[in-house]
């Protein structure tokens, strides 16, 4: 619920970024502490009487690990609690972890969450407790303290998930000198072990493809996929490497149910197998789960949708699963987990792959020419909207970094901080890519098989990060395959080159059109935050850059 989440800080510059002429900022919002303190005040009062109080310490990342950080949950609802053991490092072994860390620096955030009750104290859905009327999170991010209050929905309520490890834990990685971004962890190598293996993260906004991709099982035989992470990611510089090294903050997954079965995604069914937990899917009464997307449930079996209602598919008129519904699982259950996920060092980061759905003109993938310019592809991501955010479906949503709804502070500061991030002395910087796997043909189906397919793609960025010259071309956007240089063997029908990676330049020109100075632009917030990379970039002597 982005329109019901807050940054409060005492100086507003700090949480989101100002444009003269806005009242309202479009990345973020901000609420003074004074204002927060009385809504807190107001909604918690007696909020969690006569209900089970849970007390949840967790660490985010490997035990022991100096990119880990600690956590403290409080909440009313058993459903948080244990879909919390299923996410985090949680419990008596959270406990150690602090008591070792002790008197060092380490900020432990404090997260307060109340499932809520309505004014009048009537629950409208007895079995789910919650006051969409009032619901709002509130994070205080220079005191580490997150309040939520009135809904039980995953990224509101588990609040190790977005509030701390993204919001309250990009604004630590920008005190600290490191990133919390929305990124899967992935290691790409090939099978016949003649060649090196590489890591790769990437973000997408929500819904479309992290955890797909992270857990993808390639459909070209000769390389190996193994998963760090599906959804998160801290990165930091290591001296030692002198690469950006990334380690997953999480231990479970939240994934998107409808669409996943055994034949887009098996590695995602095997680890939900046991010890998973389901929202707003339908269930089957043979005692099974079920939604869009997954194998037809046995001749026979009858379904009930996710409002509990008897469903059948010739009559319905609706989804029998929500179409945000999700499985919980713990990561470790993963048959293709990778074998350094709990690494303390976290896996050396190759390449940052950035992406969104888009229809029309974005090509499959390009390479961004510099950091700097990936930095500048990164803010430039946009997706249509899917059902994982409340707004309106097929409209196309600006989403910089996939970090739209997550920023911890100025969204203009965060850009600062990636450029600074560039700069450190020492680092090999990472590649930077931007792939599309939405592409659409002119039949409206997709232009590309995608999923395990997208192995194919991922083939060209390996290339291209061992130093593969021959495999690329410039073009104004930066590098794009040669024709033949992405492996399209044994697919039908065969994608057409041009149709995947032709230049558009009308397309480019809309899609930069914020960026001329003095021309009309419909998003103040965005184009304020463009002029800043623009000046940025200004100080660099390379043109390129
Ligand atoms: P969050 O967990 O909300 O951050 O989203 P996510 O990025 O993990 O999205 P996820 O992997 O769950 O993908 C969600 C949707 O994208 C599903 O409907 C998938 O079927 C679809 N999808 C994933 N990969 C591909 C792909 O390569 N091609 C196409 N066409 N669809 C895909
Ligand atoms: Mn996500
Ligand atoms: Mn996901």
């Known amino acids: 619920m982005e329109s019901r989440t807050f940054l409060s800080t005492f100086r507003k510059e700090v949480a989101v970024p100002e444009v003269e002429g806005e009242a309202k900022p479009s990345l973020g919002n901000w609420m003074p502490l004074h204002e927060a303190d009385c809504i807190i005040k107001e909604r918690f009062e007696n909020c969690m009487k006569g209900r089970t109080m849970y007390l949840v310490p967790y660490v985010m990342g490997p035990i022991g690990s100096h990119m880990s950080r600690p956590g403290v949950e409080l909440t009313d609802s058993a459903y948080v609690a244990l879909s919390m053991g299923i996410m985090t490092r949680m419990g008596e072994r959270a406990v150690g972890a602090m ?84 990124m899967l962890i992935m290691g790409v190598e090939p099978e016949c072990g003649c060649g090196r293996k590489h890591y790769l993260t990437a973000a997408f906004p929500s819904a479309c ?30 001296r030692t490497t002198g690469k950006l090294h990334a380690i997953n ?109 888009r229809p029309h003109g974005m090509p499959l993938v390009y390479e961004a020419l510099s950091w700097n310019h990936g930095v500048l592809v990164g803010s430039f991501v946009k997706s249509e909207a899917t059902a994982a955010a409340e707004h309106k479906g097929g409209t196309m949503m600006h989403d910089p970094f996939a970090m739209r709804p997550f920023y911890g502070y100025n969204a203009g500061h965060y850009l600062q ?54 495999v690329a071309e410039e073009t104004p956007i930066g590098y794009v395959p040669k024709e033949g240089a992405i ?28 960026l001329v100075p003095g021309q009309e632009t419909t998003d103040p917030t965005y184009y304020a935050m463009f002029q800043t990379v623009l000046s940025l970039l200004s100080r660099w002597k390379n043109p390129r850059n």
């Not at 919650?130 to 039980?152: A, M």
């Not at 009559?315 to 699982?329: E, L, V, Y």
């Not at 043909?441 to 995608?450: M, V, Y």
Request: include cysteine.
């Open 209 to 238: 493809g992290k955890t797909n991709l992270a857990m993808m099982k390639p459909a070209v035989a000769g390389y190996k996929v193994s998963t760090v992470g599906d959804d998160i990611a801290w990165i930091h510089f290591n």
């Open 99 to 182: 008591k070792c860390s002790e008197g060092t620096s380490s900020r432990l955030v404090k997260g307060l969450h109340c499932s809520g009750r309505p004014k009048d104290g009537k629950l409208a859905v007895p079995f789910w407790p919650c006051d969409p009327e009032r619901t709002v999170i509130v994070h205080k991010i220079e005191q580490d303290e997150i309040f939520s209050y009135g809904s039980g929905y995953g990224g509101n309520s588990l609040l190790a998930k977005k509030c701390h490890a993204l919001r309250l834990g990009s604004y630590q990685a920008k005190c600290e000198g490191w990133l919390a971004e929305h």
């Open 249 to 357: 903050p999480e231990y479970g997954m939240f994934g998107v149910a409808p669409g996943t079965s055994w034949k887009t995604n098996p590695n995602a069914m095997a680890t939900f197998m046991k010890n998973a937990m389901f929202t707003n899917v339908a269930l089957t009464d043979d005692g099974g789960v079920w939604w869009e997307g997954m194998e037809e449930p046995c001749k026979g079996v009858k379904v009930t949708d996710w409002h509990g209602k008897p469903w059948d598919k010739l009559n319905a008129k609706t989804p029998a699963a929500h179409g945000n519904s999700r499985f919980t699982c713990p990561i470790y259950q993963c048959p293709s987990l990778d074998k350094d996920w709990e690494n303390c060092d976290g896996v050396p980061v190759s390449g940052i792959i950035f992406g969104g759905r």
């Open 417 to 470: 901080h990636w450029l600074d991030i560039g700069c450190t002395p020492g680092l090999k910087q990472p590649k930077i890519f931007h792939v599309n796997w939405f592409l659409r043909n002119k039949e409206g189906g997709f232009a590309w098989p995608g999923y395990g397919e997208n192995i194919r793609v991922l083939e060209w960025m390996l290339r291209r990060i061992e130093g593969d010259d021959t």
């Open 487 to 514: 492996n399209m063997e044994g697919l039908d029908p065969k994608p057409d080159h041009d149709h995947l990676f032709k230049f558009d330049k009308e397309f480019w020109l809309k899609e930069v059109g914020v």
